[in-house]
């Protein structure tokens, strides 16, 4: 076969991502914000899930039904298979517990995991210890590094990721973390941009004028309730007066005193004038309307709005059942979209070389995740009682006996084992790798690929 052309294989244009080079690593320029660029970007998204209840509460929604998915893998039978299985249920951490740190790329827009390895050995007084002592390797860690411990990326000439560099406590030493050990998760990799795109970002200015009315309407309440204090000063008041009338205003107005004392004047110096303006009364501005506004701006753009109808019937809130249910279906669609590209990254980056470790040839099995959104019962049962009346559904095999248990949560029925067999030593000089067997013999037998 003749060999390709370099010019159909190798890139002519590029992505066109805005960067530039630093000390520190190349610092990404796609938002147009300075102050939602990298390392600054990160700390007010993560004021944002932190300190607004709206914002707080879909993530939080979005974390729990990610957390709760359940994962498969496929071909659930042979060696690479089974390795894969309990590699997922032995590192240092739980499979769930990934999950939610993983969804940290929703409000960063990217989470960076390094990949850390261990010989399964067994149980260690020091080193990490493992369920299975059969000398293969499996997942040791995971571990999420903090969004906003980035100082740089390294990048490549065609705008490929190289590596991380981040600055983390408690040291706050400059360290490179390869791409050859990590993984990456991204929201959006539009430009291949290395940082994503935060799910919040849309919300950003919802939230940040929402957060301004809300000091404001507070500000307004107190006064409505405390009025607005005025010392007027005497005209022979010297600076130590001013200071003093200032001290006084700034611990009434910080609730630090219920009242003042103030000297009366003698013949050489007059008395100070002391104050209290009420609230005019009703405001020619709602306030509070404002605010609703832009919190149904916030719930729109993380498409959380059936959250919002789950209020209706309390103040200017207005909503139905019907239309909540197609709202939250929209919501679980998105949340699908997002446990794919899980999916997708995961059996790219994170499989692949557990089994390349492992000595496993492909094709490797796969990881692949359940149902993310729960099954309307009732449907379900409807819409196989017409098919079978329909007789659109045959006979009913195991493959549709165990599509219909997955799908209403039914066990499944006990598989039968055949005993263990010995394994008895060969007299071949074949390294120990090669000898090792499963335990147990199943019913279709070992596909093993390595």
């Known amino acids: 076969m003749a060999a390709l052309d370099r010019k159909v294989t190798a890139p002519t244009g590029v992505s066109g991502l805005k960067r530039w080079r630093s000390q520190d ?13 990298g390392a600054k970007g990160a700390k ?15 993530l939080r929604a979005t974390t729990d039904v990610i957390r709760g998915v359940k994962w498969n893998v496929e071909p659930s039978r042979g060696r690479a298979s ?24 929703c409000p960063f827009g990217w989470a960076w995991f390094e990949v850390t390895y261990k010989q399964r050995n067994g149980f260690q007084e020091s080193g990490p210890s493992s369920k299975y002592n059969d000398g293969r390797i499996g997942w040791h860690k995971i571990a999420l590094r903090a969004q906003d411990s980035l100082t740089g990326w390294d990048l490549d000439e065609a705008g490929n990721v190289q590596a991380m560099n981040q600055r983390a406590a408690p040291d706050f030493v400059l360290r490179k973390i390869p791409i050859n050990k990590s993984v990456l998760f991204r929201m959006n990799p539009e430009r291949n941009n290395p940082e994503g795109k935060s799910m919040l970002r849309t ?6 004028m929402k957060k301004n009315h ?9 006064r409505d309730f405390t009025g607005l204090m005025v010392i007027t000063l005497p005209k022979s008041a010297v600076a130590a007066d001013r200071t003093a009338a200032e001290d006084i205003l700034t611990k009434v107005k910080a609730d630090e005193q219920a009242g003042i004392t103030l000297q009366k004047g003698d013949e050489d110096r007059e008395d100070w004038d002391v104050d209290i303006l009420a609230s005019p009364g009703s405001k020619s501005i709602d306030v509070d309307k404002a605010i609703q506004r832009y919190t149904t701006e916030i719930f729109i753009a993380l498409l959380g709005q059936f959250m919002r109808l789950a209020l209706a019937g309390t103040g200017s809130v207005r909503g139905s059942s019907s239309l909540g249910s197609v709202l939250k279906e929209f919501f679980y669609v998105a949340l699908s979209s997002i446990v794919d590209n899980i999916e997708d990254t995961a059996n790219m980056f994170l499989v692949p070389p557990l089994m390349r470790l492992n000595g496993i040839k ?10 993310v959104a729960p099954r309307d019962m009732s449907a379900f049962i409807t819409a196989l009682e017409r098919l079978a009346g329909a007789g659109l559904l045959g006979a009913l095999d ?3 006996r165990e599509f219909i248990r997955d799908e209403i949560e039914l066990p499944r029925p006990e598989q039968k084992l055949v005993a263990p067999i010995e394994l008895k030593p060969k007299a071949s000089n074949t390294p120990l790798d090669d000898e090792r067997e499963d335990l147990y013999r199943q019913d279709e037998g070992d596909d093993d690929a390595d």
């Open 214 to 222: 809300e000091e404001i309407e507070g500000i307004g309440i107190e």
């Open 203 to 208: 919300s950003y200015r919802p939230y940040y």
């Open 398 to 400: 195991n493959t549709l």
């Open 25 to 37: 690593g190349e610092q990404i320029q796609e938002e147009f914000l300075r102050e939602l660029q």
């Open 82 to 105: 089974k390795l894969l299985i309990e590699s997922m249920g032995d590192m240092a951490h739980s499979w769930s517990d990934f999950m939610s740190d993983v969804t940290t790329m």
């Open 44 to 58: 007010i998204y993560d004021e944002m899930r932190n300190n607004d209840p709206n914002i707080g509460g879909l």
């Open 362 to 371: 492909q094709p490797y099995p796969s990881l692949k995740h359940g149902r």
